[in-house]
């Protein structure tokens, strides 16, 4: 069994696609992990063994009739609970929200589902994908955070529950969950993947994610989820990258920017050392961003408060008090008092930051930068998405990479990001550093 | 001469192409029919005479030389002056930008300068292309308006001062002065035409539109205007439709909807009976808009306020109060008070009207509607754009035909609206609607 749960989605698959495992089996293994971790991680809000096993039986018999499989095929997947889903509730981790069934999927769990995968549960969100912390405990330390929002995907990727897991990203909610549970978190250009169907906080600032051990993995789902869809209104038609084809090419020399940010003194020592240090050995350039950059931490702020408040302020202030979180109702009330000329010049700034960054990123292959201030914390909250905000504020693709440790051993994630629309290049240079730093992911 | 300023731009571009007849005699044709009427009608802010020869002469040249030649050859156009153009200032109708002068053209400038057009001159837009009117009169009563704010180029095009003209519109500014100058007008699908270069008042209003006397000069320029430009964030790629497709078929019989909408009563007596009049003799249906979409026009006005106060606020309120209108400081203002949650539940709501009229338009082909309250009114103010509003914020392409008359003669615009993206119908329905009352446009 330890074998099985060892194995990367993109073998398993193939193992599947020879006959010599039964998507059954497979299925097996990752919930009886599930049932020996679980009690102490709490990666799982919706879990059905018995369904999850008659999905992995149905398509074994598929495969045994002959019929063609998709990429996934036989392997488990887990949602997070802000995605639609038919056959599970979906409850966004609000009281608001309990017993929330839907009729349909949403358009990343039905791109899952034709490729074959088991959708095995839904997985622990905080409120509204916003920072009030779900039950999900840090499988490296219980202790500690696993991060937030996308906790439970991040934390049943990195307990080997699951292979592959979907998340989403406003602000840090894929890079920082990824980086504290030492896997490895993508949110790819805003755009690529379609939100149809998704918890819907920030048309401007939401992106789909995903969480793999290997970068082989997190092609092999990115495969699946990028493309055109009419009905995300920030979906551009044309072919998605080639994910597996950056993966797997030969790794060439990568020239990197090491961009500190105006956050940087918001890292612990600790991880600016380890950062910089890692910086110096693959050659990174320093590249300072210039005052211009300095207000877009409070934009992104503005943009996330007024949009959130637009989605949720009817539904949070009709509610009971006590079915919503202080933190989220005090940002509510603040997207509540932005004017439209506030958001709007957020916006207008916006593509200001965003073309910045692309001046940079004429002359470097990706960025270098921390994914998050030091290790998970200890305690409940869930960590802070300053290195995180600008990525997702510009809808720049971004990945965080386990390549470092810090305190106690704990994982601390490197994070590269691209210009927008260069997917496939973020997956080369990753593969790059993973090979330059002998990690072999 | 008359014979040449009567000809159709697709006429003159074909006698041009087979070397009947010069680009310079043409435009001269054009100009000494801008010397006459131009004292009484105010069309053109710019225009040079001399210069308009010498691109003619150029032109003419190029052609004799073999060279290969576009599909506006040598055809004069005119230009709203809220267009970049690297020739001509680009002052947008306010004293705040006299003199203004920028090194490149607008996409569409540069669009049809590659087809082969004389930039003839740049026309009168109102004050920032919204209410404030310019110098332009009606030129078939100087005592009226010419409407706005797209008034130079829908009067040119009126007086035959030249074939064709580009404007915009963010609430009823191609519509409206082409339904009272008794011209064709046509708003495409938003993000159809890009808006690159064009004077920015919302990014969700605003379109890019022309003005001709005959479909397929419509159709003509159209199809030279659209298509794909990454520099307009709401253009989408895909191959534009077919507009001269569209306009040389032979028409078949459609389904109309007739739509008074909720501003009916706005219409004067006159209007109402005479479209009521067309939509009976054409077997249009009466479709009645249910109270869902009773706040369009609020929720117009709300977008519209918030994204020009965006836009205007710093430059208007940083320059002299003489140098801007009332009308346009209140709206500044109103734009300024707006509060963000306003602002995205008038763009949410935009949503669902979109998706309410393409419920409409799934069962016929088009929508029957006013193009202006009435005729033309006499004095200055430019005219109520009640029937542009809805279809201005939801994007979907209609157009207006000069089929009608009025009090004393005044023509009297009939509007027809598409689903989004439905651009090709529109022409269909058009030239269908045009032969089936006998008005061979």
């Excluded at 044309?238 to 790794?251: L, N």
């Excluded at 007024?306 to 979180?325: C, H, K, L």
């Excluded at 990001?417 to 997956?427: F, K, N």
Aim: proline share 6%; aromatic share 6%.
């Amino acid at each position: 069994m330890t074998d099985l749960i060892a194995l990367s989605a993109a073998e398993a698959a193939v193992q599947i696609a020879r006959g010599h495992l039964s998507a059954e089996d497979y299925t097996r293994a990752c919930l009886d992990r599930i049932a020996a971790l679980e009690p102490k991680v709490h990666a799982f809000t919706h879990l059905d063994s018995d369904y999850a096993l008659e999905q992995a039986r149905a398509l074994d018999e598929h495969q045994v009739r002959g019929h063609v499989t998709g990429p996934l095929h036989g392997v488990p997947v887990a949602i997070k609970d802000v995605f639609d889903t038919f056959d599970f509730p979906t409850e966004c981790g609000s009281p608001l929200m309990k017993g929330r069934r839907l009729a349909r999927d949403a358009a990343a769990v039905a791109r899952l589902r034709a490729a074959g995968a088991v959708i095995l549960g839904k997985t622990v969100t905080t409120e509204f994908a916003y920072f009030h912390p779900g039950a999900t405990r840090n499988p490296h330390d219980p202790s500690r955070t696993p991060g937030g929002s996308s906790s439970g995907s991040a934390a049943a990727v990195a307990a080997q529950m699951v292979p592959l897991a979907i998340g989403t990203q406003t602000n840090g909610s894929v890079i920082r969950p990824a980086a504290f549970c030492g896997v490895i978190g993508v949110k790819p250009s805003h755009g690529l993947n379609s939100r149809h169907g998704c918890l819907l906080l920030s048309r401007t600032l939401d992106h789909v994610g995903v969480f793999a051990r290997s970068l082989a993995d997190a092609a092999l789902i990115l495969g699946i989820l990028a493309g055109f869809d009419a009905n995300d209104p920030d979906s551009r038609p044309g072919a998605p990258p080639d994910f597996e084809d950056a993966v797997e090419a030969e790794p060439k020399p990568r020239r990197l920017a090491f961009v500190r940010t105006q956050v940087w003194d918001k890292a612990d020592l600790e991880a600016r050392r380890a950062v910089e240090d890692l910086a110096r050995r693959v050659g990174a350039e320093t590249v300072d961003l210039d005052d211009s950059f300095a207000k877009a931490w409070v934009d992104h702020r503005v943009v996330m408060a007024a949009d959130m408040a637009r989605q949720f302020g009817e539904i949070v202030s009709s509610g009971r008090e006590s079915d919503s979180s202080e933190q989220l109702r005090e940002l509510l009330a603040e997207g509540a008092a932005t004017p439209a000329l506030r958001y709007l010049a957020a916006q207008d700034n916006r593509m200001r930051y965003r073309a910045g960054l692309g001046r940079i990123l004429a002359d470097y292959d990706a960025i270098l930068t921390p994914a998050t201030p030091g290790v998970a914390p200890k305690g409940e909250a869930t960590g802070n998405p300053a290195f995180n905000s600008l990525w997702s504020l510009t809808g720049l693709p971004s990945l965080t990479l386990p390549l470092l440790k810090g305190e106690d051993g704990m994982p601390l994630g490197v994070q590269l990001v691209c210009a927008p629309g260069d997917d496939a290049r973020l997956m080369r240079v990753a593969r790059w550093l993973s090979a330059e730093v002998g990690a072999g992911l």
